[in-house]
Each structure stands twice: as structure tokens, then as C-alpha cells.
């Protein structure tokens, strides 16, 4: 009999997702894990784990992590791909990790050129404490800490993330996706394809943002949720290559 | 230097930057400030041109956790840094100490609270002691007094790093890193550790390892922290150092660390020629502090004067293991010029006159 669907060989066996359902976490994860198999990777990866949901990868993959303190994730993965230049090194983050509380780090990581791979999930909020306004939270997005909707003059202006990356000069490749459909999950891997051989060319930063759902704290369906990445989110933050360096 | 057993005339600075070097230590992560800035100076060429990792990190904060990321991987990793700047990595010791990774920092104190200066004191024994980060963990602390201290404990920091996969500060301070003295810098005296056990190195032919410190399942949490603790207790029982001088017959005793040191020597032969048997205790490593051994010198009804530059920071573990068997007084001045040979005689002999010390004037 034909085998139609198998677990990829970067995840772990037992794992069960605890994510929220209709998250986008588990697609992202398993398209990370996807590649790692596709390119080889599982045995000589180290991953820098960030804070927040994203925090439990290493529950899901297979492969070596260390825990890096909130924001930090970039900076402990320099650390690991200075000491093991012949790791694969990635970091996989939410929007809050690299671009709020780690945005030194991440852009710093970006200028220098490191020659590792970065993943961040974009969903607009805070979804591990409940949904709190963020750096990527849109324009009139009402959260618990913007109960009247983002405005300019007490929250200022969501961050474009993969564009600021782009215009780093150490960056070789930075992209932006989703994963509302299958079109786009499919574009999403080989993103992160490109951004994993980045590295393994050895040419610099890669940076794959990925606009993600996040129901629960969007208080919608996962059909309304992945409407709203689709009618809301695209539309602000443009899906694309911004930067590639061959 | 082709013959390291040659004496050289040296900073402390540089010194402590060469010994990291001879010790093995693959990466170096750090950001300016004064006064420990030649030590990242020296590194950034010398690393270079030896193929090792060096990064002019855009914060203490990244510097600690580059560190970090770097140790994790099995290699010898430090970061040097000064007193308010330390104060931005207690967040990641405090990790490294939960994750048990073999941080080592160097902390060439200058002056605070805030800001503060770029004289030197020894207003970070608390932060270095009992830490500025969150929950239940122990940082092994060692405090030079000389140059060629610098070297030895720079060396002995890497190797109780990795021997108890616990962060080590080396708590040196602005006169010591600033001044030239002679040193040799011999062979990195201590085995290499086996990190093969936990090391992160891609999970070939073995299962993922993962280092971290979130723990979900409370009982797990409790274990994990009582695991520290007992670590820490056995650091304690093996690793804990110390110097007496002349403490056999002394009457008082004069404590203090770090290059204190040096002036309570000095005071103690000038009170001696006076008569007044003084003798001197040191602590080397001041977490784990030597509570036993100054307890012992108590219960033979020795009094104590603690001499530091700052408000009474270490004078508080000494009454802890005096246990009030015995009176201890404070000598000290918040920082600045340190205080003088003669400036601790007077103070010593007010003391055993039953005055007030001459404590904390400018």
C-alpha cells in the first residue's frame, strides 16, 4: 500500500501538540521539521528556543535545543553557531520575542551577518498570556491592552518585520508567508527551505516571518481566523521575497 | 610570551584577558565599559588571529546569552564586564545557573548604585553573592587580590565551570584590573572536563538533548531546584577557599577580599610591631563563603573587623558565622581612594579601645 502521510523523522514520536486548536504553530513546526529531513539537518542542528508559545518547540522536534531567556534568541544562537560554525543553527520565535523584546538581538544578528536561520511567527498578539497588544498588532486590532483598537496616539504603529530585516546588509534572504492555505503553506516551506540553505551556503542571515492565526485570542473561528490573516493581515504586510542574495 | 613561566610585568586587565586565552576559552562575547574595557580590547585581536569566536555584542544582555549559547555547546565561553552592567545579566546567570551552564564572568567592579563611577569598590559582593536574578540559585564567586590571581582563579573559574556545570563570576575590581604587577602565567593547571554527557552537538546516533529550565510539572520544578541546592552543597564541601595569615595567637582578626587584602597584611605587621596581636582571613571563593572556618576562629573567642569598600556587605556573612560568639566591626569606606595601612591601624585600635570605628568617612 502506498504511504500517503508519515510523521517527519525531525519531530519526536510520542509528541502531541498542546497548542490551541486551529493555531498555526503546528503547521509552521512540522514544515520546519519537513525541511530539516528534506536537507539532511536532524543530526547536526542545535536550536536557540525562544519565549512565549513558540517556547515549546523542543517538546515537538527532535533535535538538540537550548532554551535562550525571552528575546535572547538570536544572541544565543550566535553563541552556538561562533562556537559551532559546522552546527546548523535556527531560531524559531513569535512576533513579541524578535521584533519586541529581542529586536536589538534580532536586528543586531541580521547587521553582523550571522550565518543562521531565524523563523517568526507573526500573529499580531501575545498569545501565550492572552492576547495583549504587541509589536506587529495591527491598526485598530482591539486587544486586552487595547481595548478601544490600536491607535497612534497611545501605541504607535506595528513593525514590518521582513522588511526591516531586508534592508540589513548582513541579511542574504528575507521572506514573508502564510499558512492560510495550502498555496500559501506551500510557498511557506520552500521559504524556509531557501532561508535553511542560506546557511548551508554559507552567505548570511536568513529570516522567514510567517503571518499566523491565533484564534483563541482573536476570538474567532479557524476559518474566520484564517479570513482575517487573508483580509487583514496580507494586506498590511505584503507576502514575498524581500531580500535574496545569490 | 614564549616561556610562560617568565615573569612579565602586567595589568590585571590583560592578565585576566591571557589567562582566559590559555585556558582554552574557544569564544568571547562582551561590550565596553570602564574599567574592565582592555580585557574585550586585548581578546578581540588575539582571538582573531587564533580562528576563535569573538563578537562586539550590541549588549551585556546579548553578550551573557551568546555566552551561553556558546557553553552549551561544550566549549569554554566567558564574558567580562563592570558592575551596572552586570546588573543587565542577572536575568541570563540566573537562567544559566537553572540550565547549569558553564558561564564564566568577569566583573572588574566599579562604583554604583546606578551609574555610579568609574572608581574602583566592592559594592557588587551582594549582586555576585546572592545574585540579582529571580528564584533559588548559587553562582560560585572567586575574588582575586593580586595580578597573578587574576591569572590563577581566571583559570580555576573555567575548570569549576564546566567541572559543576555552574556559572562562575570572577570578582575582580577597578584597582586590580588597572594596575601593572609581575606575573607568570605557567600551563592551564587543570584537566579538561568531559562535557560528552550533555553537551549540545546535533543528536547523532543519541536522543535530542534539550537544556532548559521551564518546568511544567511542579514536582519536577521542586526536584530540579533541590538538585541545585545539593549541587551546591557539594561545591561548598570540595571548592570552598580561603587564606589565614597569623591567626593562630591573634586576638582580632581582619577579614576582607579581593585586593582589600593586600592593605590588611600590611596593617596587620604595623599592629603587630605595636603589639596588638591581628591576624588576617580571606576568603578566596566568597560563594561558597568560608562560614565554618570563621565560626571555628570565633569559638576560639577571636573578635573580628571586616574591612571592605562598601557599606558592610561581607561584614553581614561574617557576623552570620561569627553566630554572636564574638564581637565583629566594620572598617570600611563606600568607595574611592582605598583605605590606607594607616587608616585601618587607627580604625583597628579605636575598635579594641571600645570606640566607634572609623567607618564610612570620606
Known amino acids: 500500500m502506498q504511504q500517503v502521510f508519515s510523521i517527519p523523522k525531525s519531530m519526536k514520536k510520542d509528541f502531541r501538540y498542546t497548542f490551541c486548536p486551529g493555531c498555526d504553530h503546528g503547521i509552521a513546526i512540522r514544515l520546519v521539521a519537513e525541511v530539516l529531513d528534506e536537507l539532511g539537518l536532524r543530526e547536526n542542528t542545535i536550536s536557540s528556543t525562544s519565549v512565549g508559545c513558540s517556547v515549546f518547540l523542543y517538546d515537538f522536534l527532535d533535535i538538540d535545543c537550548v532554551e535562550a531567556p525571552h528575546g535572547r534568541a538570536l544572541a544565543s544562537a550566535t553563541g552556538v553557531k561562533r562556537a559551532r560554525p559546522d552546527k546548523f543553527v535556527f531560531t524559531y520565535s513569535g512576533d513579541g520575542d524578535f521584533a519586541s523584546i529581542g529586536l536589538a538581538e534580532s536586528m543586531h544578528s541580521a547587521l553582523r551577518g550571522e550565518n543562521i536561520s531565524a523563523i517568526c511567527i507573526n500573529n499580531t498578539t501575545y498569545g501565550m498570556t492572552g492576547g495583549q497588544l504587541g509589536p506587529t498588532t495591527l491598526m485598530g486590532q482591539v486587544t486586552t491592552t487595547s481595548p478601544t483598537g490600536r491607535n497612534k496616539e497611545y501605541y504607535g504603529y506595528p513593525i514590518k518585520i521582513a522588511e526591516h530585516i531586508a534592508l540589513c546588509d548582513g541579511t542574504a534572504f528575507s521572506a514573508r508567508v502564510a499558512l492560510d492555505s495550502v498555496a500559501h503553506i506551500n510557498e511557506a516551506k520552500k521559504a524556509i527551505k531557501k532561508a535553511f540553505q542560506t546557511q548551508l551556503d554559507g552567505k548570511g542571515f536568513g529570516f522567514v516571518e510567517i503571518l499566523s492565526s491565533c484564534p483563541t485570542n482573536w476570538h474567532m473561528t479557524p476559518e474566520e481566523a484564517h479570513e482575517r490573516v487573508r483580509n487583514e493581515m496580507i494586506p498590511i504586510f505584503p507576502l514575498g521575497v524581500f531580500k535574496e542574495v545569490n | ?362
Open chain 2, 1 to 362: 610570551m614564549t616561556n610562560r613561566d617568565e615573569k612579565v610585568l602586567i595589568k590585571g586587565n590583560y592578565a585576566i584577558a591571557q589567562a582566559a586565552v590559555n585556558a582554552g576559552c574557544q569564544c568571547y562575547f562582551g561590550y565596553p565599559i570602564t574599567p574592565q574595557t582592555e580585557i574585550g580590547e586585548y581578546l578581540s585581536g588575539k582571538m582573531q588571529e587564533l580562528g576563535r569566536g569573538y563578537v562586539c555584542a550590541e549588549s551585556e544582555l546579548a553578550a551573557i546569552n551568546m555566552v551561553m549559547g556558546a557553553v552549551a555547546t561544550g566549549v569554554k565561553a566567558m564574558t567580562s564586564s563592570s558592575s551596572c552592567a552586570v546588573a543587565l545579566m542577572q536575568e541570563a546567570l540566573s537562567y544559566a545557573a537553572s540550565d547549569e551552564l558553564p558561564v564564566v564572568l568577569v566583573n572588574v567592579m566599579r562604583t554604583g548604585p546606578g551609574l555610579g563611577y568609574i572608581y574602583p569598590a566592592q559594592g557588587d559582593y551582594n549582586q555576585a553573592v546572592y545574585g540579582g536574578g529571580n528564584g533559588d540559585y548559587n553562582l560560585i564567586v572567586l575574588a582575586p587580590s593580586t595580578v597573578q590571581e587574576c591569572v590563577d582563579l581566571t583559570y580555576r573559574a573555567f575548570y569549576l565551570a564546566q567541572k559543576y556545570r555552574n556559572p562562575v563570576i570572577l570578582l575582580a575590581d577597578g584597582l586590580l584590573g588597572q594596575m601593572m604587577e609581575p606575573a607568570s602565567f605557567g600551563e592551564y593547571p587543570y584537566p579538561e572536563v568531559d562535557v560528552s554527557s550533555w553537551a549540545l552537538t546535533g543528536a547523532k546516533g543519541r536522543d535530542a538533548r534539550m537544556i532548559y529550565s521551564v518546568a511544567t510539572d511542579e514536582k519536577k520544578q521542586i526536584q530540579h531546584i533541590c538538585d541545585l541546592h545539593r549541587k551546591f552543597e557539594v561545591i561548598a564541601e570540595n571548592e570552598t577557599t580561603y587564606e589565614e595569615f597569623e591567626v593562630d595567637d591573634a586576638d582580632i582578626v581582619l577579614v576582607a577580599f579581593g585586593s582589600m587584602t593586600r592593605n590588611i597584611k600590611a596593617a596587620m605587621k604595623v599592629l603587630r610591631a605595636k603589639g596588638i596581636k591581628a591576624g588576617c582571613f580571606r576568603p578566596v571563593t566568597l560563594n561558597p563563603f568560608p562560614h565554618k572556618q570563621i565560626h571555628a576562629l570565633a569559638e576560639k573567642g577571636k573578635e573580628f573587623a571586616v574591612v571592605e569598600m562598601n557599606m558592610g556587605q561581607m561584614f553581614k556573612d561574617v557576623k552570620y558565622a561569627v553566630e554572636g560568639l564574638s564581637n565583629v566591626s566594620l572598617i570600611n569606606r563606600a568607595c574611592g581612594e582605598w583605605l590606607s595601612v594607616e587608616e585601618i591601624v587607627s580604625s583597628v585600635e579605636n575598635v579594641l579601645r571600645g570606640g566607634k570605628q572609623l567607618a564610612a568617612s570620606l
